[in-house]
């Protein structure tokens, strides 16, 4: 089975601070995204990558970054962490368009808190 | 752009009693149908999909789900839940073609009554 590996569960972390969630995939599959999810509104995207080094917007990319150099990596990155950035966040991925519509493999997600 | 109304919040049911959890979808096009369920404190994993063919799905855990083009509809359903059916459901939609991209409701809270 696909892992998706969010390296960490829970974070805390001040206003301000440059904050870097990880996320690893161990079966080769070219699509990796980003989604926060909030009550009531489900899970929203961030940001997607096809491909290493390429990324596209999702719907709320303001105040987000990513950085894909591996295939098996992606990585969100917030500039200035601010509290309204407090939220689930959750990492998928998935085969290529025309190689399996298997939809996607999430991890276990991060719940970033943000003081 | 595609969106996607789960209109329960939240449901509660009493044990062995059955479910319908109801999703709508707002597309002109052929779409790609998804239903994934989060337990507490755990990522989301794909109950089941509906791709093109028979519109009845079955999926994992009993679960099944049915595709109503003319109504835009997916709506899940289980004949007889359990204490374990307890979760979070999402719906989410893709258009064929292009990227994986998915767009996803905001999501129904099942909550099974002893």
């Known amino acids: 089975d696909v892992k998706v590996t969010q390296s960490s569960r829970y974070l805390v972390k001040r206003t301000g601070e440059k904050v870097f969630l990880e996320c690893v995939q161990d079966?080769?599959?070219?699509?990796m995204f980003w989604y926060r999810q909030d009550p009531g509104l489900g899970l929203r995207l961030i940001y997607f990558s096809y491909d290493v080094k390429m990324k596209e917007k999702g719907d709320i990319p303001e105040g987000y970054s990513v950085s894909r150099e591996k295939k098996e990596r992606f990585s969100l990155i917030l500039e200035s962490a601010s509290t309204n950035q407090t939220s689930m966040y959750l990492c998928?991925?998935?085969?290529?368009?025309?190689?399996?519509?298997?939809?996607?493999?999430f991890g276990s997600g991060t719940r970033l808190t943000v003081v | 752009a595609q969106s996607v109304t789960q209109l329960d919040s939240q449901v509660p049911v009493f044990e062995e009693a059955p479910v319908e959890l109801r999703c709508n979808y707002s597309?002109?096009?052929?779409?790609?149908l998804f239903w994934y369920v989060q337990y507490p404190n755990q990522g989301l994993q794909l109950l089941l999909k509906y791709l093109s063919g028979s519109t009845l799905v079955k999926g994992i855990n009993g679960f099944e789900a049915e595709f109503n083009k003319s109504q835009t509809s997916f709506h899940l359903r289980k004949p007889s839940v359990h204490i374990s059916d307890t979760a979070e459901y999402f719906c989410a939609v893709r258009e064929p073609g292009g990227n994986e991209k998915l767009t996803f409701g905001t999501g129904t809270r099942l909550t099974i009554i002893p």
């Open positions: 998928a991925s998935s085969l290529a368009p025309g190689q399996g519509l298997y939809g996607y493999t």
């Open positions: 597309s002109s096009v052929s779409v790609y």
């Open positions: 079966m080769d599959h070219e699509n």
